[in-house]
């Protein structure tokens, strides 16, 4: 038996996003929009780059050229390439990441969940997870890493968690979901998980449990949460 087994629940696996839960890219994918807006000729703010959380490349790019009311203004040929040109400096930002990128906690909470034998994955819709999990030096903790490369569907569609629950080996109602933006709470929800929310209240008020930052994340807590609904 894994996890707890009380009154037939089962807790087996928990599957995590990255940007805003396991560490903070957010802020990198800021620095590398921004430049690309202000090439273009757009102000591009932290208050709108909060809309971008968990939303895809090309989708973040249409946003940023609606913003500038430019929706009209390049082929796809062209937006191809200003998606490239941002994910190039992503990826040299990204290349300086370590351990110390952590968010609060959540070292602990995976070691945690390592020695209890609970199954570890991570559902992220950035195509470069694979590389932040290695900068972050985290690898060995995750038995599953589905990114945005292996889905057809972006959050909230379910399929990136229902993709990590099938190759985890486990039904999706004996999972743990752990997001920061509403669409992937929608999606942990609509993939009959169980949904933790980290940050605002309102925000991600979908959630069966929320926390207000990663440092209340603890293996303690989030197993009390998974048993009492
Ligand atoms: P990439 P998550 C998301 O990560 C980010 O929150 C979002 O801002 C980004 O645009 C998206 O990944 C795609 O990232 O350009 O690296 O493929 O929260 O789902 O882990
Ligand atoms: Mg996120």
Same mark, same amino acid.
């Given at each position: 038996?894994?996890?707890?087994?009380?009154?037939?629940?089962?807790?087996?696996?928990?599957?995590?996003?990255?940007?805003?839960?396991?560490?903070?890219?957010?802020?990198?994918?800021?620095?590398?929009?921004?430049?690309?807006?202000?090439?273009?000729?757009?102000?591009?703010?932290?208050?709108?780059?909060?809309?971008?959380?968990?939303?895809?490349?090309?989708?973040?790019?249409?946003?940023?050229?609606?913003?500038?009311?430019?929706?009209?203004?390049?082929?796809?040929?062209?937006?191809?390439?200003?998606?490239?040109?941002?994910?190039?400096?992503?990826?040299?930002?990204?290349?300086?990441?370590?351990?110390?990128?952590?968010?609060?906690?959540?070292?602990?909470?995976?070691?945690?969940?390592?020695?209890?034998? &609970?199954?570890? %994955?991570?559902?992220? !819709?950035? /195509?470069? $997870?694979?590389?932040?999990? +290695?900068?972050?030096?985290?690898?060995? *903790?995750?038995?599953?890493?589905?990114?945005?490369?292996?889905?057809?569907?972006?959050?909230?569609?379910?399929?990136?968690?229902?993709?990590?629950?099938?190759?985890?080996?486990?039904?999706?109602?004996?999972?743990?979901?752990?997001?920061?933006?509403?669409?992937?709470?929608?999606?942990?929800?609509?993939?009959?998980?169980?949904? &933790?929310?980290? %940050?605002?209240?309102? !925000?991600? /008020?979908? $959630?069966?449990?929320?926390? +207000?930052?990663?440092?209340?994340?603890? *293996?303690?807590?989030?197993?009390?949460?998974?048993?009492?609904?």
């Amino acid at each position: 038996m894994k996890g707890f087994d009380i009154m037939n629940k089962q807790l087996n696996a928990v599957i995590f996003d990255l940007d805003g839960v396991i560490t903070d890219t957010a802020e990198y994918h800021f620095i590398a929009w921004k430049q690309l807006a202000e090439q273009l000729g757009i102000t591009f703010d932290r208050a709108f780059n909060e809309q971008l959380k968990g939303v895809s490349r090309m989708e973040s790019l249409e946003r940023i050229l609606a913003l500038g009311g430019q929706t009209d203004r390049y082929t796809m040929a062209e937006k191809e390439a200003l998606a490239h040109q941002k994910n190039e400096h992503y990826k040299q930002l990204i290349a300086r990441m370590t351990p110390d990128d952590l968010l609060p906690g959540m070292l602990d909470l995976l070691r945690e969940l390592k020695r209890q034998n &609970i199954k570890i %994955g991570l559902a992220s !819709a950035s /195509k470069n $997870a694979f590389t932040v999990i +290695e900068r972050l030096g985290i690898r060995e *903790y995750f038995d599953t890493i589905v990114d945005a490369a292996k889905v057809q569907n972006s959050k909230p569609h379910p399929e990136i968690f229902l993709t990590a629950a099938e190759q985890l080996r486990v039904d999706p109602s004996t999972c743990i979901g752990v997001e920061d933006a509403q669409a992937g709470v929608a999606a942990i929800k609509a993939a009959n998980m169980f949904a &933790i929310g980290v %940050g605002d209240k309102e !925000a991600l /008020k979908e $959630a069966d449990y929320i926390v +207000e930052t990663t440092a209340d994340l603890t *293996y303690d807590a989030i197993v009390r949460a998974f048993y009492r609904e």
